[in-house]
C-alpha cells in the first residue's frame, strides 16, 4: 500500500510522450498527477494546486527549469514545496547550479522508474517528517507558531478575495511567570498542557487551535463573524476561564484571559487582525485589575 496515496505531483516537461508515460507511472503508484508543458502554465498550477512535490524538467522553451524554481521559492506560502530536477542534463556543475537553487533532489531521465517511484515516495516521506516536527508545539501537542502563520494568511487571504470571513481568538494565561516561580517549570508545563486539552475539548472541530508561544493560545473560527464569535468567546470563558491542575499534591489555579477580532475589509494585513485580537485579550486582562 502507497503510504503517500493521494498525494499531488505537478510534472512540468515539454516533452508530451514522457509527460504521459511518467504521468501513467506515478498514476498507477497512487498519486494524484498535474502536468504541465512550460514553465509559466506550471507557475499558474503552483500558485492555484499547492501540489506535494514537483518533477521538474530543466531544458524548456520560454522559462528554464532554473528560473521556475527561483519563482516557487519567491513564493510567500509555496516556497518550502520540495522539487525534483527530473532532467536529461546529467553534468555536475547543472547539479550543483540545482541543489544551490534549493531544489531537493536530481534525477536524469535515464533513471529506471522504479528508482524514480521510490525516490519520490521517500522525498514525500520525509518532508512530511520535518514538516510534522517544524508544525508542532512538543510540550502540548498543538500546533504551533509556524502553522499558525501559515493559517492566518490562508484564510485572511480566501475572506480577502472570495468575501468570506473568520474570526481570530487570543487566550492567555494571567501572571503565567508567578505559577512558574511559586510551582516551578514543571508545573508551569502541566497547566499549559492541561489549558490546551480544555481548549480542544470544548471548541468546534474546524477550529484551528495552536500555542503561538509563551503561555499564548490562538484560534481561528472559519466562517465565524463577529456576533459568532463573541458567543463562543463566552463559553469558552465559561468553561475554562479558570483551569485547575494538580501537581504533586499543590492545588494550582490558572486565570485566563481572552480576546477576540473578526475580518474586515479593511483590514490590510492579516498582521492587523492579530494586533486587533491582542488589543482585546490585554483589555480583558486588564479589566481583571480595575
Not at 510522450?17 to 508543458?37: C, F, P
Not at 520535518?130 to 490562508?154: A, H, P, V
Not at 481570530?168 to 497547566?191: E, Q, R, Y
Request: include cysteine; hydrophobic fraction near 40%.
Amino acid at each position: 500500500m502507497n503510504l503517500h496515496m493521494g498525494k499531488r505531483i505537478l510534472f512540468v516537461d515539454d516533452e508530451e510522450d514522457l509527460l504521459n508515460v511518467i504521468g501513467m507511472r506515478l498514476r498507477a503508484a497512487g498519486y494524484e498527477v498535474l502536468t504541465a508543458s512550460n514553465g509559466p502554465d506550471a507557475l499558474k498550477l503552483v500558485e492555484r494546486e499547492n501540489p506535494d512535490l514537483i518533477l521538474l524538467d530543466i531544458m524548456m522553451p520560454e522559462m528554464d527549469g532554473f528560473e521556475v524554481c527561483r519563482r516557487i521559492k519567491e513564493l510567500k506560502d509555496r516556497s518550502d514545496i520540495p522539487i525534483i530536477f527530473f532532467t536529461a542534463k546529467e553534468a555536475v556543475e547543472d547539479k550543483v547550479k540545482g541543489l544551490k537553487a534549493g531544489v531537493a533532489d536530481y534525477v536524469a531521465k535515464s533513471t529506471d522508474s522504479r528508482e524514480l517511484l521510490a525516490r519520490v515516495a521517500m522525498l514525500l516521506e520525509t518532508y512530511e517528517h520535518f514538516k510534522e516536527i517544524s508544525m508542532k508545539d512538543e510540550l502540548t501537542g498543538l500546533t504551533n507558531y509556524n502553522f499558525f502563520k501559515r493559517q492566518l494568511t490562508y484564510y485572511f487571504n480566501i475572506a480577502k478575495r472570495y468575501g468570506r470571513v473568520f474570526s481570530l481568538l487570543i487566550v492567555d494565561v494571567d501572571n503565567f511567570k508567578s505559577i512558574n516561580d511559586t510551582f516551578g517549570h514543571l508545573s508551569g508545563n502541566l497547566v499549559l498542557r492541561k489549558i490546551s486539552e480544555e481548549l480542544q475539548r470544548v471548541m468546534r472541530k474546524a477550529d484551528v487551535i495552536t500555542r503561538y508561544g509563551g503561555d499564548e493560545f490562538a484560534i481561528i473560527l472559519p466562517e465565524t463573524d463577529n456576533n459568532q464569535a463573541l458567543a463562543l468567546l463566552r463559553r469558552l470563558h465559561k468553561a475554562v476561564g479558570k483551569v485547575e491542575c494538580v501537581c504533586d499534591g499543590k492545588r494550582i489555579e490558572a486565570v485566563l484571559s481572552f480576546g477576540r477580532a473578526t475580518f474586515a475589509d479593511d483590514l490590510q494585513t492579516e498582521e492587523t487582525l492579530f494586533v486587533k485580537a491582542d488589543k482585546s485579550m490585554y483589555e480583558d486582562k486588564n479589566n481583571k485589575r480595575i
